[in-house]
């Protein structure tokens, strides 16, 4: 028979207490550091879909976190139009407003433009005459789509070929 004897004196007592205070700290702290997280993704996407809402685009944004604490990349999945052709010059100014707004560092935004040409739905706008927009980049999508089914090979003389 075994008789196991437990004593805690008053040193034993404290240090446990401390650890568990501890372990209960840092609970605490990884709870927080994750909510911190989530806002700033939440004030990322808010901000970025709220800058393209007021110039007209409709965008869907995804904000992922790097490894860092306030490293974040983003992906913006938006129609193809044409005044985001050269979208690079719009990312560093994003970059620079989200820095300024949120005070979070986005290292990196990456561009998603889906296109589909379906070519009986391009037909049926084409009837319709649907395809009036202020932005020619559908149009430009669409002529290239019906060019290409057709080879043509032209004259051009040295003057045109200079323009």
Same mark, same amino acid.
């Given at each position: 028979?075994?008789?196991?004897?437990?004593?805690?004196?008053?040193?034993?007592?404290?240090?446990?207490?401390?650890?568990?205070?501890?372990?209960?700290?840092?609970?605490?702290?990884?709870?927080?550091?994750?909510?911190?997280?989530?806002?700033?993704?939440?004030?990322?996407?808010?901000?970025?879909?709220?800058?393209?809402? *007021?110039?007209?685009?409709?965008?869907?944004?995804?904000?992922?976190?790097?490894?860092?604490?306030?490293?974040?990349?983003?992906?913006?999945?938006?129609?193809?139009?044409?005044?985001?052709?050269?979208?690079?010059?719009?990312?560093?100014?994003?970059?620079? *407003?989200?820095?300024?707004?949120?005070?979070?560092?986005?290292?990196?935004?990456?561009?998603?433009?889906?296109?589909?040409?379906?070519?009986?739905?391009?037909?049926?706008?084409?009837?319709?005459?649907?395809?009036?927009?202020?932005?020619?980049?559908?149009?430009?999508? *669409?002529?290239?789509?019906?060019?290409?089914?057709?080879?043509?090979?032209?004259?051009?003389?040295?003057?045109?070929?200079?323009?």
């Amino acid at each position: 028979m075994f008789t196991l004897t437990l004593t805690l004196d008053s040193l034993a007592v404290y240090i446990v207490a401390a650890d568990v205070l501890i372990l209960l700290t840092y609970i605490l702290y990884i709870f927080q550091r994750n909510r911190k997280i989530e806002k700033s993704i939440k004030n990322i996407t808010d901000f970025i879909t709220d800058y393209f809402t *007021h110039t007209g685009a409709e965008v869907r944004v995804t904000c992922f976190k790097l490894d860092g604490y306030k490293r974040f990349v983003t992906l913006i999945e938006s129609q193809p139009l044409k005044r985001f052709r050269y979208s690079n010059v719009l990312e560093n100014n994003l970059i620079s *407003h989200i820095y300024q707004k949120t005070g979070n560092t986005v290292e990196k935004i990456y561009w998603r433009f889906p296109v589909v040409i379906d070519r009986d739905a391009l037909i049926a706008a084409e009837v319709q005459n649907d395809m009036a927009s202020d932005d020619s980049y559908f149009l430009d999508i *669409h002529a290239a789509a019906d060019e290409s089914s057709t080879y043509k090979v032209s004259d051009a003389s040295w003057d045109e070929f200079n323009k």
